[in-house]
Structure formats: C-alpha cells, structure tokens
C-alpha cells in the first residue's frame, strides 16, 4: 500500500524551504530539539487530521461530484460561478473558521473542473483570500480573532462590530477583483464526463462522524475525536485513510518549529521589548510585517505579550493574512490542496497587492473611525 503524499513532499519546495530556514535558525540559537515537540501546536495538527479524513470521505462518497452537477447547471457564466463560490467561502468562514471553510470548497472547486472549464487555480486563490476577508468578521472566524476576542472581553456583537467597517471594505474590494478577474463568458462543459459512483452509506457516515467530531472539539477532546474518526474510516472505507494527504501535517510541524526558532533569535527579541512604546503606525506596521514571517496567529500571541488586545491589533493581525504565503495558515491550506506547483507564485499576483490595499486603506480607514 503506497501513500501518494510522500512523493507531492519530495516535490515540495515549499517544505524543503521550511526545512533549510530550520537548519539555518538552529545555528543562531541554543540547539534544544527536544523542546520542538512542545513548540507544536498540537491542538491544530490533530483537528486538521480530522477535517482532512472527513473531507476526503466526502470527496470519495461523490457528493462533490453530485453537488458539483447540480452548480453548474445554475449558472450560466463563469462570473457568477466563481462570484458564488467565493462569496459562499467567505460566508462560512465567517461561523466554520476560515480552515474548515476551505475544506468544504476547494474540494467542490476541484471536483467543477471535471464538469466544465474554469480557471481551478485562479479560483482557488481567490478563496483562499474570501476565508481571510471573511473570517476577520467574527471572534469565531479564525484562531486570532478566538485569542483576541477571549483576552478582550467584548462581547460576540461587541467584537464583531469593531471588525465590521475591515470586513466590509475587503468584501467589496474582493467582489470589484472577482467581477475584473472572471469573464462573463457562458460556462463550457465537459462533454462525456462520466459521473462518479456515489455513495449514500459513506456520505452519511460522514456526516455522523463529522458532528462527533465536533462534539470532541468542544469538549476539548480533539484527541479522541480524531481517533474516533479514523476508526470509522477504518470499518467504512480504508481508501480514504491511504489517500489523504498526511504529509500536510509534516509542513505545518515544520513551520511551528521554525517559529519556535526564530522568536528565539536575539535580534528579534531586542525588537520586541520595544513594541509597548510603538505608535499607532509602529505597532500597525509591526503586526502586520510580522505576520508575513511567521503567520498571523504566532504573530497575535507573540504580541499579546506586550500589547492590549486592542482594535487596532485584531485589524493588523487579520490584514496581515493577506500578501505573502506564510501570513496565514489558510494560504498554505487552500494552495496545498490545489495539487499544482503553478499556484504557489500566481497566488502572490494577487495576494500582495491585496495585502497593500488593505494595509493602506485598513489604517485609514482605522484612523477616520
């Protein structure tokens, strides 16, 4: 029994680069490996195991397929398919945070390229940019905003309602992108495309497994939700356990490590003890800048050290999801699962522009209100 994903790692420059910063940051500070464990954020790598065996069961259970057949029928052009799809990425990130967002769209979007022709890799970077612009809405969006909103005290309607004017202006701003970068030219099928063998057991199953998972989550029993999971795999279909892409989990190890590593480098610990006496525009520019090194959510925890949970940083920190591929864990999601080496430098044709955007309008903006 062969697993696919070892041959997409040893493909994967993206992890070797993780690997070569490791090795580098290992010789700048104390070499500790037996404290890199600890470095992980475990409670991630297991939920993402989870939503990744659910996800492929549903993808091998055909109801993408099915659900993917009934889309394209209604809508006519390319715009308004990629307009619903964004937009609908951007809603459920709103209430399913932006990871699980992406675990029930891309895979749709995946399967639509089998029914019709359309931009796969053009529309799987613009989700990836509707789950961080639509995830900024909510203290429940993503892990950053869950951190904020826990240390601040606001409550639910309190802390979304600060977010909202950011959150309005990217959703525009991604809508006035979507209109430009999709043509209204009349979807063309795929003549002949066999339909796949749905299966209504595993379909079910899946959703089952999906609400204990849940559960677990919120009994903070990612653990044995995950388990749980995988032994109902095991019993209904063990081709979905082989055919997940496990080394996923191997890249996001990788990156906690590096952080772990480089928050510990001299250097950056001396910048740090000045961030209590920043501006406004220092702490913005900070947050943000920060953000494109070591992601958003180490970048938020990192800064909660010295800083209030204020506004101004849960702005920051989320603008900072946009531009380059480390600023948000969901970028590295959405592009993994494309399977192209192609989206990996096109996603920053419109990622860093965006990101400028926001920086400039978000701190206006900010500043008015």
Same mark, same amino acid.
């Given at each position: 029994?062969?697993?696919?994903?070892?041959?997409?790692?040893?493909?994967?420059?993206?992890?070797?680069?993780?690997?070569?910063?490791?090795?580098?940051?290992?010789?700048?500070?104390?070499?500790?490996?037996?404290?890199?464990?600890?470095?992980?954020?475990?409670?991630?790598?297991?939920?993402?195991?989870?939503?990744?065996?659910?996800?492929?069961?549903?993808?091998?259970?055909?109801?993408?397929?099915?659900?993917?057949?009934?889309?394209?029928?209604?809508?006519?052009?390319?715009?308004?398919?990629?307009?619903?799809?964004?937009?609908?990425?951007?809603?459920?990130?709103?209430?399913?945070?932006?990871?699980?967002? *992406?675990?029930? #769209?891309?895979?749709?979007? &995946?399967?639509?390229?089998?029914?019709?022709? $359309?931009? !796969?890799?053009? =529309? +799987?970077?613009?989700?990836?940019?509707?789950?961080?612009?639509?995830?900024?809405?909510?203290?429940?969006?993503?892990?950053?905003?869950?951190?904020?909103?826990?240390?601040?005290?606001?409550?639910?309607?309190?802390?979304?309602?600060?977010?909202?004017?950011?959150?309005?202006?990217?959703?525009?701003?991604?809508?006035?992108?979507?209109?430009?970068?999709?043509?209204?030219?009349?979807?063309?099928?795929?003549?002949?495309?066999?339909?796949?063998?749905?299966?209504?057991?595993?379909?079910?199953?899946?959703?089952?497994?999906?609400?204990?998972?849940?559960?677990?989550?919120?009994?903070?029993?990612?653990?044995?939700?995950?388990?749980?999971?995988?032994?109902?795999?095991?019993?209904?279909?063990?081709?979905? *356990?082989?055919? #997940?892409?496990?080394?996923? &989990?191997?890249?996001?190890?990788?990156?906690? $490590?590096? !952080?772990?590593? =480089? +928050?510990?480098?001299?250097?950056?610990?001396?910048?740090?003890?000045?961030?209590?006496?920043?501006?406004?525009?220092?702490?913005?520019?900070?947050?943000?800048?920060?953000?494109?090194?070591?992601?958003?959510?180490?970048?938020?925890?990192?800064?909660?050290?010295?800083?209030?949970?204020?506004?101004?940083?849960?702005?920051?920190?989320?603008?900072?999801?946009?531009?380059?591929?480390?600023?948000?864990?969901?970028?590295?999601?959405?592009?993994?699962?494309?399977?192209?080496?192609?989206?990996?430098?096109?996603?920053?044709?419109?990622?860093?522009?965006?990101?400028?955007?926001?920086?400039?309008?978000?701190?206006?903006?900010?500043?008015?209100?």
């Amino acid at each position: 029994m062969t697993f696919p994903g070892l041959g997409a790692l040893a493909r994967d420059r993206f992890f070797h680069l993780l690997v070569l910063i490791g090795v580098g940051l290992s010789f700048c500070v104390p070499f500790a490996p037996q404290r890199w464990p600890a470095a992980i954020d475990w409670h991630t790598i297991i939920t993402l195991s989870g939503l990744m065996m659910l996800t492929k069961g549903v993808e091998q259970s055909g109801f993408f397929d099915v659900l993917g057949r009934k889309m394209v029928r209604r809508f006519a052009t390319e715009r308004r398919l990629t307009l619903f799809m964004v937009f609908s990425a951007a809603l459920l990130s709103t209430f399913l945070t932006n990871d699980v967002a *992406l675990f029930i #769209v891309v895979p749709l979007t &995946l399967t639509l390229r089998k029914l019709c022709e $359309i931009p !796969v890799n053009r =529309l +799987i970077i613009f989700e990836a940019l509707a789950v961080n612009a639509g995830s900024l809405l909510t203290p429940i969006g993503n892990p950053q905003n869950i951190l904020l909103w826990g240390r601040s005290g606001l409550s639910f309607a309190a802390f979304s309602w600060q977010m909202a004017p950011l959150a309005a202006v990217m959703m525009v701003t991604l809508g006035v992108m979507c209109w430009f970068a999709f043509p209204a030219k009349p979807l063309q099928y795929h003549t002949g495309t066999a339909a796949t063998q749905a299966s209504p057991r595993l379909a079910w199953s899946c959703l089952a497994l999906y609400l204990v998972f849940l559960v677990a989550l919120d009994l903070k029993q990612e653990l044995w939700g995950a388990l749980l999971v995988a032994g109902g795999f095991l019993l209904l279909a063990r081709r979905v *356990l082989v055919s #997940v892409d496990w080394t996923l &989990l191997l890249v996001f190890m990788a990156m906690f $490590i590096d !952080v772990h590593l =480089l +928050i510990q480098v001299p250097a950056l610990q001396g910048v740090l003890q000045n961030v209590t006496h920043l501006s406004q525009t220092g702490l913005w520019i900070t947050a943000i800048g920060l953000s494109q090194v070591i992601s958003n959510v180490p970048s938020t925890i990192l800064l909660l050290n010295y800083v209030p949970p204020s506004a101004l940083l849960a702005w920051a920190v989320n603008v900072g999801g946009f531009g380059l591929l480390p600023g948000s864990l969901a970028n590295l999601i959405a592009l993994r699962m494309a399977n192209d080496r192609r989206i990996w430098w096109r996603f920053h044709l419109w990622s860093i522009p965006m990101l400028v955007w926001a920086s400039l309008v978000g701190f206006g903006l900010f500043l008015l209100i």
